[in-house]
C-alpha cells in the first residue's frame, strides 16, 4: 500500500542541520527497510502556477490553489503492508523533520 506523506510547514527549505541529519537518518531507515519510494521538499505556493483548463478556459494564474500561512513545503511516498506500519512511519518523519505530517493513502 502507497502512501503520501506530506511534511506542513510555513516556508519552504527551513530545515536546520540537525533536521537534515534526522532526515536523511530518515529516509536511509526507509531505504533499508523497504518501504522508500520517493522524497522531496517543494517550492512555496508563491512560485506555483495555477492552470485551468477545464471547457478550454485557458487559465494560467500565478499562485497555489490555497491561500493560507500553512502549505505542503515537501512529502515522502511510502509503500508499506499496513496501515499501522504508514502511521507509524508518519510520526516518526514528525519527529524527523521536526514538522506535522498529514497521511493519506493511495487511492487503489
Known amino acids: 500500500m502507497k502512501y503520501l506523506l506530506s511534511v506542513i ?8 542541520g ?17 518501504h522508500w ?9 508563491t512560485t506555483a502556477t495555477m492552470f485551468d ?7 494560467a494564474a500565478p499562485g497555489g490553489y490555497v491561500d493560507a500561512v500553512d502549505y505542503v ?3 515522502w511516498i511510502i509503500d508499506v503492508p499496513n496501515d ?9 518523519g514528525s519527529r524527523a523533520c521536526n514538522r506535522r505530517i498529514e497521511l493519506r493513502p493511495f487511492l487503489r
Not at 537518518?25 to 533499508?32: I, P, Q, R, S, Y
Request: glycine letters at 16%; proline letters at 2%.
Open 18 to 34: 540537525d533536521e537534515i541529519d534526522a532526515i536523511d537518518a530518515f529516509n536511509e531507515k526507509l531505504v533499508a527497510d523497504g
Open 9 to 16: 510547514d510555513r516556508v519552504s527549505g527551513s530545515a536546520t
Open 37 to 45: 519510494v520517493m522524497a522531496a521538499g517543494i517550492g512555496a505556493p
Open 73 to 75: 513545503a515537501g512529502f
Open 84 to 92: 499501522d506500519t504508514a502511521q507509524r512511519l508518519a510520526a516518526e
Open 53 to 59: 483548463n477545464r471547457g478550454g478556459a485557458g487559465i
